[in-house]
């Protein structure tokens, strides 16, 4: 069945330092999702990329869907504490099949 | 707009108890899914609905039941449960396969 891996697992960053997180399907996907889960709280859906190659930014994120549509990355630039949370990228065929997830921590 | 909700937010069970965890949704979305999070695990998809009426396996059906008789509404049943099942559960719909998921508050579930 179709797997999705993320890496990687923990982030720590100083406040303002980069975050970049990376996600991989076994198998090619029709869309890509992204979502971020704060401590104590539940998924909330971030974006959607759908074509080859597309790039989206949303403000200090930028999202990327790889040529393939089997790769992605969420890049976060100047981190706040705000950011605090962890990343998930979910595959969407009929099911939604999220990745491992990325635990960002930020060190003010 | 309630979203999505679940009911119970907690609960504990003992060993080879049953429960049945209430998913609802007020969007008229048509997928629904049950997942459950344990530490360093993400989210690990149970069973999936994609219409009143129909179930599918997720990667780890195992030891769970489900149902879709109403559109609103994915019961996920747990049987026999076992210590193993020990995990926060969240429920979540979509109105396509293309558009963003809602997820509930989420389930704590302890099994002694």
């Known amino acids: 069945g179709q797997q999705v891996m993320q890496i990687p697992q923990y982030q720590h960053v100083q406040e303002g330092e980069d975050f970049t997180t990376y996600c991989n399907s076994s198998?090619?996907?029709?869309?890509i999702q992204w979502y971020k889960q704060r401590p104590g709280g539940h998924p909330v859906f971030l974006i959607q990329?759908?074509?080859?190659?597309e790039v989206k930014k949303q403000k200090r994120l930028t999202f990327q869907f790889g040529e393939a549509k089997k790769n992605s990355s969420l890049h976060i630039t100047a981190t706040q504490t705000t950011d605090v949370g962890t990343y998930f990228c979910?595959?969407?065929?009929?099911?939604?099949?999220f990745g491992t997830g990325t635990r960002l921590t930020i060190i003010p | 707009n309630a979203g999505v909700t679940q009911t119970p937010k907690f609960r504990v069970l003992k060993t080879g108890q049953s429960m049945t965890l209430l998913c609802a949704q007020d969007?008229?979305?048509?997928?629904m899914y049950w997942y459950r999070q344990d530490p360093g695990m993400g989210l690990r998809l149970i069973h999936y609905?994609?219409?009143?009426?129909?179930?599918a396996k997720g990667e780890v059906p195992d030891g769970y039941n489900v149902s879709r008789l109403k559109k609103q509404n994915f019961l996920l049943g747990l049987e026999s449960a076992a210590p193993s099942q020990t995990s926060v559960y969240f429920c979540?719909?979509?109105?396509?396969?293309?558009?963003?998921?809602?997820f509930g508050q989420g389930t704590r579930l302890t099994v002694v």
């Open positions: 979540a719909s979509s109105y396509l396969t293309n558009t963003e998921a809602f």
């Open positions: 198998t090619t996907l029709s869309n």
């Open positions: 990329l759908v074509k080859s190659g």
């Open positions: 979910a595959g969407r065929n009929e099911k939604l099949t």
């Open positions: 969007m008229n979305h048509e997928y």
């Open positions: 609905s994609v219409g009143e009426g129909t179930t």
